[in-house]
Nanobody, 124 residues
Framework: QVQLVESGGGLVQAGGSLRLSCADSGRTFSTYAMGWFRQAPGKEREFVAAITRSGSFTAFQDSVKGRFTISRDNAKNTVYLQMNSLKPEDTALYYC?????????????????WGQGTQVTVSS
C-alpha cells in the first residue's frame, strides 16, 4: 500500500526557494513513477513535474522549467521538488502522486495514489 505524506511547504518571498518532500511509508515506492501537481484557489489541479521509477527521466510543465527540479531517493522512499526563483503565481497547494504507469505522464487521472498536499505561498 502506498501512503504519501508531503512536507516542506511554507511562506516565501518572490525569488526565494523551497524544497518539498514526499515520503512513502510503504515498501513499493521504487515501483512507481512519481509526480507533483498543484492547485491554486479557483483553478484546476495542474501538472508540475514527474520522474520515472529509477529517476533517470523527468518532465516539467513549461512554466517551471529551469526553476524547478524533481529528484528521488528510493532508499529513503522519498521524492523531492526543489523550487527556485519562486513567483507569486507558484502559490498553490502542492500534491505528490504515484503512478503504476511505466512512462512519464502529466495526466492526473493516471495517478493511483495521492498525498494530502502541502501549501506553498509566495509573496510579492
Amino acid at each position: 500500500q502506498v501512503q504519501l505524506v508531503e512536507s516542506g511547504g511554507g511562506l516565501v518571498q518572490a525569488g526565494g526557494s523551497l524544497r518539498l518532500s514526499c515520503a512513502d511509508s510503504g515498501r513499493t515506492f521504487s515501483t512507481y513513477a512519481m509526480g507533483w501537481f498543484r492547485q491554486a484557489p479557483g483553478k484546476e489541479r495542474e501538472f508540475v513535474a514527474a520522474i520515472t521509477r529509477s529517476g533517470s527521466f523527468t518532465a516539467f510543465q513549461d512554466s517551471v522549467k529551469g526553476r524547478f527540479t524533481i529528484s528521488r531517493d528510493n532508499a529513503k522512499n522519498t521524492v523531492y521538488l526543489q523550487m527556485n526563483s519562486l513567483k507569486p503565481e507558484d502559490t498553490a497547494l502542492y500534491y505528490c502522486a504515484a503512478t503504476s504507469r511505466y512512462a512519464l505522464t502529466s495526466k492526473s487521472y493516471e495517478y493511483n495514489y495521492w498525498g494530502q498536499g502541502t501549501q506553498v505561498t509566495v509573496s510579492s
